[in-house]
């Protein structure tokens, strides 16, 4: 684009024609931020420019022809009225509207439109004229509105014209309502010449001597005074009189109007001060700005920012075609397509390379360019219209603006990377409304998967529900996540969430967010996992339960064998110091040495039981692998038990074919065949006992069965573990953990112990060992 220009010239804008000065106002308008239009009589887009295009969210070109109404369907309800009173005669007025447009559909938005009749010089009314200024954010000027209102609606009473009618003399007769309404005059004060006194004194005079000679001549008066409003004031008029003649040609009588042209004097005024502004603006504005006339592109008008582009370059009068600059030739072509097709062309952000400072160093800077068709009076365009704004800042600003919304982008990115992929639950929530807007991973997987966002409070109890620790259901007031959507501190409140993949005991903490980054204002939830914590809690509880219920049993059973061998041992002492002969002491040392043995070997069955617990909770001891045979260790142990098996009055059934041999530590099955059949003979005395060796494909079974008092379905799983008994140790006594000690063989062999029984019916206990 070349940037050529010339000094403004007073004497070349004088021949700038007012078609001219129109459409050059209308271009430079074009790139305003207010809305400009013209509807026709039909309210139909005539003209439209860009900024209003951009307020209704439809193109510029998609308006012309279109009815408001089509334009901005939801607002019509609301404007219609405003270009009615237009087309009725109606004067300028501004309102403010408020409706939403096809750019934010169901958006309310506030705009400052002014409306004002488009007329002709006669004052033939074309259409309506629209300025449109969005100001939903500001709305600053509503006691100014409310005064415009005052104003306009004075204007529009002060539209209608004075009419009155004289005789041939020119005195009034008669009432004139109209030109008493509009003087404030009193009927008496009108009549006659009276109406006279109406008109300002300075102008009085020369009224009188136009309206003497129409009388003297006959013809029609017409003539500009100032007229006494009915507010004290004077307005500007344009007086009009029209003889009308009887039969035989004498005046009958005069009519006459007063038309009130104030409203036209002061547009006139003021398009006198627009055309100096546009002066101004052309020497002024902030843009390159040249119009470049006929074909061959001749430069008519420019601007100093233009002759600045032009590097001080003398332009006026000269054509772009014999301008020797290569880099107007594209500008050139832009030119001249808007001129051969009589639309504006536009180009966004091109880059210029010039010395713009006047320092001999040459700089590229952006600018956008309108190159806009001018029409003379007949509707031919006969020149364009150049219109360059630098928009290098803007771009530079731009670009800085998206480099800093990717980095923002890739940091939220990273940062709902990094809290979805925490091990802790953490939730998002809308203040007030506690509406759920974001769940990270452990959120989701403890609500099985897929988390409801976009959730109210009110609907969390119909979503989730919540129980306090001992398991009371909380009410939406009570739910720690609603409360801190409201605002209250939550730090660390215990809550239990139940969801389809489980129940989870929760710790609560919560923290507000506040809006930065574009981001709105949110509460974070923290939620921590404590439900293993919580089994461990209870697991310690229970164990410690445990462990005290064991000392007291502990201690109660090997206090039992001492007491009897210490009564025992004081009996022999005094059989000792009392005894008659040798032979009766003697055999009195041998009873009690077999009473004492007993409780020596109960005792140290207690100590080894409890060796035996402490080596297999600890590291694991191997085992001494051979080849066993399952029956022969059963008939073992059978054997060793005959005499205790007969003093419980238990009858011994074996049902052991050989056969079943696997690689076993031989001690250890020893110990699991005697613990069940001790077991048998404490529980089921008086009944028979059945111990039965099995080979099943791939695994040995032993079943030790008993008739005695059976076990509890709730127990049959808490008898394996340790200090755990399903009967009371007051009638039955032991440490309670001979069947612990026995899982344990069993698994380190890589079998299996289980129990079948119920209560009265005896029990069952089934071992299956691996024979490979």
């Not at 215990?494 to 919560?510: D, F, N």
Request: net charge negative; charged share 25%; proline share 5%.
């Amino acid at each position: 684009m070349e940037s050529p220009s010339a000094s403004f010239d007073p004497a070349a804008s004088e021949a700038f024609t007012d078609a001219h000065s129109r459409l050059l106002l209308e271009t430079l308008v074009a790139s305003t931020p207010v809305g400009l239009a013209v509807v026709d009589m039909e309210q139909r887009f005539v003209q439209v420019n860009d900024a209003l295009a951009a307020m209704n969210g439809i193109p510029r070109a998609a308006h012309l022809g279109r009815k408001v109404q089509e334009i901005v369907p939801e607002m019509w309800p609301t404007l219609r009225p405003q270009y009615q009173r237009i087309l009725e005669g109606g004067g300028s007025q501004t309102v403010e509207v408020v409706g939403a447009t096809s750019k934010e559909a169901g958006v309310e938005r506030h705009f400052l439109v002014s409306y004002y009749p488009v007329r002709t010089g006669p004052g033939v009314l074309l259409g309506i004229g629209v300025i449109i200024a969005e100001v939903t954010e500001q709305r600053r000027a509503h006691d100014a509105l409310r005064a415009s209102e005052q104003r306009y609606r004075s204007l529009v009473e002060a539209m209608a014209q004075p009419v009155w009618t004289t005789n041939a003399r020119g005195e009034v007769v008669e009432p004139a309502p109209r030109w008493l309404e509009f003087t404030g005059q009193t009927h008496e004060e009108h009549l006659g010449l009276g109406w006279l006194a109406a008109i300002h004194p300075d102008d009085r005079k020369r009224v009188v001597r136009g309206w003497v000679d129409a009388l003297r001549t006959k013809t029609s008066y017409q003539g500009e005074f100032r007229l006494r409003f009915h507010d004290g004031g004077y307005r500007d008029v344009v007086g009009r009189a029209v003889p009308v003649f009887g039969d035989k040609g004498t005046i009958r009588e005069w009519v006459a109007t007063a038309e009130d042209i104030t409203e036209r004097k002061q547009a006139e005024a003021r398009a006198e001060n627009e055309r100096s502004k546009l002066r101004a603006v052309l020497t002024s504005a902030p843009a390159s700005i040249a119009i470049l006339s006929g074909e061959r592109q001749v430069f008519t008008l420019v601007n100093p920012r233009y002759t600045q582009l032009a590097q001080g370059a003398e332009l006026m009068g000269l054509s772009l075609k014999d301008v020797d600059d290569p880099r107007g030739t594209h500008y050139a072509k832009l030119l001249e397509e808007a001129f051969t097709h009589g639309e504006p062309v536009t180009e966004k952000e091109i880059a210029i390379t010039a010395d713009f400072q006047g320092t001999g160093v040459d700089s590229t800077r952006r600018f956008d360019l309108v190159c806009q068709p001018l029409r003379d009076l007949s509707g031919q365009v006969d020149s364009v219209l150049s219109f360059a704004i630098d928009v290098t800042e803007r771009v530079e600003a731009r670009k800085k603006l998206e480099e800093w919304a990717a980095s923002l982008r890739n940091q939220q990115q990273w940062l709902e990377a990094v809290l979805d992929r925490t091990p802790v639950a953490i939730i998002l929530v809308e203040p007030r409304t506690g509406r759920i807007v974001f769940a990270n991973q452990a959120s989701r997987q403890m609500a099985g998967g897929e988390f409801p966002g976009g959730l109210r409070a009110e609907n969390y109890t119909g979503a989730h529900r919540f129980t306090d620790e001992a398991g009371r259901e909380l009410s939406m007031e009570e739910i720690p996540g609603v409360r801190a959507a409201k605002g209250a501190p939550v730090h660390g409140e215990p809550v239990i969430w139940h969801t389809p993949t489980g129940h989870y005991s929760l710790l609560v903490e919560a923290a507000p967010l506040p809006a930065q980054h574009g981001h709105p204002e949110e509460v974070l939830l923290a939620l921590q996992d404590v439900t293993e914590l919580r089994k461990t809690q209870a697991q310690l509880q229970h164990a410690v339960s445990l462990r005290d219920e064991f000392l007291t049993v502990a201690s109660h059973e090997l206090k039992t064998p001492l007491t009897p061998l210490q009564l025992k041992l004081q009996s022999l002492m005094k059989d000792a110091q009392t005894a008659q002969t040798l032979e009766a002491l003697r055999e009195r040392v041998v009873r009690t040495a077999e009473t004492v043995s007993g409780q020596v070997r109960k005792m140290t069955t207690l100590i080894n039981d409890l060796l035996e617990v402490t080596q297999l909770t600890g590291p694991s001891a191997p085992l001494r692998l051979e080849d066993v045979d399952l029956a022969d260790v059963v008939r073992d142990s059978v054997e060793r038990f005959e005499a205790q098996a007969s003093k419980a009055g238990c009858q011994l059934i074996v049902d052991a074919a050989p056969g079943a041999v696997g690689r076993w530590d031989r001690h250890r099955l020893d110990q699991v065949v005697s613990s069940l059949l001790s077991n048998a003979l404490k529980y089921g005395p008086g009944r028979p006992v059945t111990l039965r060796v099995e080979r099943l494909r791939d695994r040995a079974r032993l079943s030790v069965r008993d008739e005695g008092i059976g076990i509890s379905p709730g127990s049959l799983q808490a008898i394996f573990e340790k200090f755990t008994r399903a009967v009371s140790t007051r009638h039955y006594g032991g440490l309670g953990l001979g069947l612990f000690i026995t899982r344990q063989i069993v698994e380190a062999h890589h079998g299996t112990l289980r129990a079948e029984s119920q209560p009265g019916q005896g029990a069952t206990f089934i071992v299956e060992l691996p024979l490979v």
